[in-house]
């Protein structure tokens, strides 16, 4: 994704930039591709996955583990958000199908 090898601002800061890209690739996919929730979380935790293999093969970057993990809670995150936001619509009487709870 983005390296951050020469600003440490502090310890772990890949972590919060995995966490947030991931994220918000969980939103866009999920407002691009108009899926459920739980598919375009998947298809984010499949790129970050995907991302951290590769890093294997690059000689000036490491494949973490906890690159994977955070970027399985940014997806996290994100579909719990759009469950909110869905149960919120659905308590205001608009229009909310059946398959939009699959979170």
Do not use: Y
Not at 1 to 9: D, E, N, S, V
Not at 39 to 51: M, R, W
Not at 64 to 89: E, I, Q, S, T
């Amino acid at each position: 994704m983005i390296g951050l090898t020469h600003c440490q601002c502090f310890e772990h800061l890949d972590k919060v930039v995995h966490v947030l890209a991931s994220f918000f690739l969980t939103l866009l996919l999920r407002w691009a591709l108009d899926l459920e929730p739980v598919a375009v979380a998947a298809v984010a935790v499949c790129v970050g996955g995907l991302d951290e293999m590769l890093q294997m093969f690059q000689p000036e970057r490491n494949a973490d583990p906890l690159d994977f993990l955070a970027n399985v809670l940014g997806a996290f995150l994100a579909c719990l958000m759009l469950r909110l936001c869905l149960h919120n619509k659905a308590l205001l009487g608009e229009n909310v199908t059946d398959s939009d709870f699959l979170v």
